[in-house]
């Protein structure tokens, strides 16, 4: 399987400003998944991301709050915009492989 | 709507004993499931999976059963081990899906006490 690697691990950010989450994968893929999962939640897809072409989003999810880039198939990045105390949650990177998907550790993120 | 439940959202077994995790859907489209593991300051790890199709699937200690005609799910772990404590999720996606399109419970936290 896939070694995904993401960064920051964690991280406590101020309301009003954004996070940038990187994502490598040690092997070419072609799409790339965001998840979040807030507090005692399920674990939701947030977008696909595309190598070449802009990310794909889920309802709910919109480029502005969630802008993604992927500029190689093994990269992408996801930043958190304008950040709330609501945007609070464990935010991973994932990519797919046959059936199953694969994770990377995940983003801790705290707003204050 | 909540198509993937786990109305457990925590379970506490000794350890040798059998753990019991179980899991319920509502889309009868979802054809393929998974039992994703997750420890603390991780990402999921991918466990165990099962096709519709079968109705049981085994892995050492990890055995997945599925029941169609209930919409249910279950992940047997036996003997559990401290090591099996964990926050496990069910996953579905449907016959036409990609894997992008797991639609996961909100989890289980399991406990294996000494």
């Known amino acids: 399987s896939a070694v995904i690697s993401q960064k920051p691990s964690r991280d406590i950010c101020q309301r009003g400003t954004s996070l940038t989450i990187q994502c490598q994968v040690d092997s070419q893929v072609t799409m790339m998944f965001w998840y979040r999962q807030q507090p005692g939640q399920s674990l939701t897809l947030i977008a696909t991301a595309n190598q070449g072409s802009e990310a794909t989003y889920e309802s709910g999810f919109v480029i502005d709050k969630f802008p993604i880039s992927r500029p190689n198939l093994t990269f992408s990045t996801l930043t958190v915009s304008n950040m709330s105390p609501e945007d609070s949650s464990i935010y991973l990177c994932?990519?797919?492989?046959?059936?199953?998907?694969?994770f990377g550790s995940g983003t801790q993120l705290s707003v204050l | 709507d909540q198509q993937v439940k786990q109305n457990s959202p925590s379970l506490s077994v000794q350890e040798g004993r059998i753990s019991i995790l179980n899991c319920d859907y509502t889309n009868s489209m979802f054809d393929y499931f998974l039992w994703y593991k997750k420890y603390p300051a991780e990402g999921p790890t991918f466990l165990i999976s099962?096709?519709?199709?079968?109705d049981k699937n085994e892995d050492g200690r990890f055995t997945v059963f599925l029941n169609k005609s209930a919409k249910h799910l279950s992940l047997h772990i036996v003997p559990s081990q401290p090591g099996d404590s964990a926050v496990y999720f069910c996953a579905a996606r449907p016959n036409t899906g990609t894997a992008s399109k797991l639609t996961f419970g909100t989890g289980t936290r399991l406990q294996v006490t000494l």
């Open positions: 994932s990519v797919g492989e046959r059936e199953k998907l694969f």
């Open positions: 099962i096709s519709s199709i079968k």
